[in-house]
């Protein structure tokens, strides 16, 4: 896993140090030398929408890094004090300005190499006009044919488009639980 080391406690502002701990846990952890606070580590929760209108998908074109100029499914980290559900429409709005009525839950996606997590919900479009922020340099609906596959962000969006439009095409949607490794 991608990660910056705990350099030092958020309880004390000591020293940690790498290591298995003397309770009983079997993995290395940052532990403080002086009070032995013990630091845990979690992955990062990605939370987002499959936005529909019609047989279409809006996806955005990302203005920000990593993937800069890169399409994308409208998603971000996860804020505290929200919900999966909370943090995906706030992204969406954020990232398109889309007017949309958020539906079931589509998709969850497990990216155990850079310590992630990506969530995804259908939501449906009420209109096909758009208000995107800073974060995104264009926002458009793209039918199945039309999406640009090589110029997709991330493997974590395109597994989840290849999802949707396959349970579109079988009349049903599902949830789907994918480990990207």
């Not at 958020?102 to 009420?126: I, K, T, W």
């Not at 458009?140 to 095409?169: N, S």
């Amino acid at each position: 896993m991608l990660r910056t080391p705990i350099k030092h406690c958020r309880n004390c502002g000591g020293v940690v140090v790498y290591r298995i701990p003397e309770d009983g846990d079997t993995r290395e952890r940052a532990v403080c030398a002086g009070c032995q606070t013990v630091h845990y580590e979690n992955p990062l929760n990605v939370v987002g929408t499959v936005p529909h209108y019609g047989d279409k998908v809006l996806l955005c074109k990302r203005n920000i890094e990593p993937r800069w100029g890169k399409w994308t499914l409208p998603a971000g980290f996860m804020e505290l004090n929200e919900t999966v559900a909370q943090g995906a429409a706030r992204e969406t709005v954020e990232e398109s300005g889309a007017q949309f009525e958020l539906e079931e839950f589509f998709s969850l996606l497990n990216v155990p190499r850079v310590g992630q997590v990506h969530m995804f919900y259908r939501a449906r479009l009420l209109s096909d006009s758009f208000k995107p922020n800073f974060e995104t340099l264009e926002a458009r609906l793209f039918t199945e044919e039309q999406i640009p596959w090589d110029e997709i962000a991330f493997r974590t969006v395109r597994e989840t488009l290849k999802h949707y439009f396959a349970d579109r095409r079988a009349g049903q949607f599902t949830v789907h639980a994918i480990d990207i490794v």
